[in-house]
C-alpha cells in the first residue's frame, strides 16, 4: 500500500478524516477497476489512433489524477484520482512496451523496455518517498509537472514503422525507419516489416477472435497467460500493495511508511540491475531463473511463519527471516517477474493483435490479482504460513512451464520471432 493510502488510513488529508480498513480495501478495488478500464481504452487508441498519439493521450487522466489528488477535500476525489491513476498504470504498460518493441533494436529492445517499466517504478518511489517524508500535495505537484514533462517528450517522438504499415503508409514506414536507423538506405529492413505484416494478413478472421483461432497466435497467448500468471499467483500484487499488512504480523520494531519505502526501494534497486541482464541472460533463462526465486522465497517466509506456529509465537528472529524471504521476493521481482509478460508480450504478438493481445494479458493480470488477494486473505486468516507455502509451489509450476514453454527472443527481430513461432506451429 502506498503512503497516500497509509496516511489516510492513519490520520486523513486535509478535509478528510482518517478511514477505515475498509475503505481502503474499496481505495486499491478502484484502482483495479480502473487498470481494466484503461487496457481496454488503449486497445482501440494505440490501434486506430497510432503509438504516438495513444503516449499523447495517455497523459490526460495522469494530469488529472495528480490534480484530483492535490485538490482532494472529500473521499469521492481520491476514489476519482485513483480511478484515473488505475487507468494510466494499464495504459502505459500496454503502449510503452509495444512502442519500444516496434522501434528498438533486436539487441536494445529487451533493455529499453525495461528502462521503461523502471522509469514508472522510480516514479512510485520518488512519489512514496515525497508523500511520507513531506506531503501529499507535494507529491501530486511534482506528479503533475512529470506528466506534462512527459507530454513535451513523447509528443516529438516518431511514430513506429509497425504502425505506419498497418495502415498502409509506406513512404512514412521508409522516413520512420531512416529516423530510427539513422541510414538511408532502409529497403531491407521495410521489406522485411511488410513481408511480416502481409504473412499476418494470410489468417482471414479479425479482430479479437484471431487471437484464438489461428494456431501460432493461440500459442503466443497461452505462453503470455502462462508467464502473467507465474507472476499473480506468486502473489505480486499482494506483496507489492499490501506487504505492511504482512510485516505487521511479524512483531517487528517497523513502521507502515518504512515498510513501503523499503519494499518500493528493493524493487527499483534490482530494477536497475536488470537492465543489464535481461538481454545478457535472455528472457527464457531468466524468467526460469525469477520463477525459482520466487518459489525459494516463499518458501524462506512460510518455513520461518510455520517454524513460529509451532512455538506457539513468533519470535523476532523468525519475523527477521520471514521478512528476509518477503524482501528476497521484492528483489526477484525487481529482477524480472515484474516485466517480463509485458517484455514477451510486446515481443510475442504480432503487430495487427499486439495491442489487443497486450491489453487482454492487463485484463487477465487485474482478475487473477484480485482472485489472489482474496485467497491471501482466506488463507493468511486461517494460519500465516499457508499462502506462502501454496505460492512456493505456484513458483515452481512457473519454473516447470519456463523450461518447457517459454521461447527465447533475445537478439532476434520481431519478424523473426514470429516466423519462428508459425514454423512451430506448423510442426505441430
Known amino acids: 500500500m502506498s503512503p497516500y493510502l497509509v496516511i489516510l488510513n492513519v490520520e486523513g488529508y486535509h478535509e478528510i478524516p482518517k478511514v477505515s480498513s475498509l475503505t481502503v480495501s474499496w481505495l486499491s478495488s478502484i484502482y483495479n477497476i480502473g487498470i481494466l478500464a484503461g487496457a481496454l481504452i488503449s486497445t482501440y487508441v ?3 489512433l497510432g503509438r504516438k498519439l495513444s503516449m499523447i493521450l495517455f497523459t490526460v487522466p495522469g494530469l488529472f489524477s495528480q490534480i484530483f489528488q492535490y485538490f482532494a477535500v472529500n473521499i469521492s476525489m481520491v476514489f476519482i484520482s485513483l480511478f484515473l491513476r488505475g487507468i494510466v498504470t494499464s495504459w502505459a504498460f500496454s503502449i510503452v512496451p509495444t512502442y519500444i518493441s516496434e522501434i528498438a533494436l533486436p539487441h536494445l529492445r529487451g533493455p529499453f523496455t525495461v528502462v521503461g517499466v523502471l522509469i514508472l517504478s522510480v516514479g512510485m518511489l520518488s512519489g512514496s518517498l515525497i508523500q511520507a517524508s513531506f506531503s501529499i500535495e507535494l507529491s501530486a505537484l511534482i506528479g503533475g509537472i512529470l506528466v506534462l514533462v ?3 517528450f513523447v509528443c516529438v517522438v516518431y511514430e513506429t514503422p509497425y504502425f505506419l504499415i498497418a495502415k498502409n503508409q509506406d513512404e512514412k514506414c521508409k522516413e520512420s525507419l531512416r529516423k530510427f536507423c539513422s541510414e538511408q538506405n532502409v529497403d531491407k529492413e521495410y521489406e522485411e516489416i511488410k513481408s511480416s505484416w502481409n504473412e499476418s494478413l494470410s489468417v482471414k478472421q479479425t479482430g479479437w477472435i484471431k487471437i484464438f483461432t489461428d494456431p501460432s497466435n493461440l500459442k503466443v497467448f497461452l505462453i503470455c497467460v502462462g508467464v502473467q500468471s507465474c507472476q499473480q499467483f506468486t502473489a505480486l500484487t499482494t506483496m507489492i500493495t499490501n506487504i505492511h499488512v504482512v510485516v505487521e504480523h511479524y512483531g517487528l520494531d ?4 518504512q ?6 526501494g528493493v524493487e527499483t534497486f534490482t530494477a536497475f540491475i536488470s537492465i543489464f541482464i535481461v538481454d545478457s541472460w535472455g528472457r527464457r533463462p531468466l524468467f526460469i531463473f525469477v520463477s525459482l526465486g520466487a518459489c525459494i522465497a516463499h518458501f524462506v517466509t512460510g518455513l520461518g511463519l510455520f517454524i513460529a506456529n509451532i512455538n506457539g509465537e513468533i519470535s523476532t528472529t523468525l519475523g527477521i ?8 521476493y521484492l528483489t526477484i521481482s525487481g529482477l524480472g517477474l515484474k516485466y517480463l509478460p ?3 508480450g510486446a515481443e510475442l504478438f504480432p503487430t495487427d493483435i499486439k495491442s489487443k493481445g497486450c491489453s487482454l494479458l492487463m485484463v487477465i493480470s487485474a482478475i ?3 482472485i489472489v488477494a482474496l485467497l491471501f486473505d482466506f488463507l493468511f ?3 500465516y504460513y499457508l499462502p506462502f507455502l501454496i505460492f512456493s509451489v505456484c513458483g515452481f509450476l512457473g519454473f516447470v512451464f519456463g523450461i518447457i514453454w517459454v521461447p527465447e527472443t533475445r537478439s532476434k527481430s520481431l519478424s523473426e520471432i514470429q516466423r519462428q513461432l508459425k514454423c512451430n506451429s506448423c510442426k505441430k
Open 259 to 264: 515498510i513501503s519505502i523499503m519494499a518500493k
Open 368 to 370: 487473477e490479482g484480485a
Open 381 to 383: 486468516n486461517i494460519a
Open 150 to 152: 512527459t507530454l513535451m
Open 46 to 48: 494505440n490501434d486506430i
Open 254 to 257: 517497523i513502521s507502515l511508511t
Open 342 to 344: 509485458n517484455v514477451l
Open 321 to 328: 527471516t520471514a521478512f528476509i524471504g518477503n524482501l528476497i
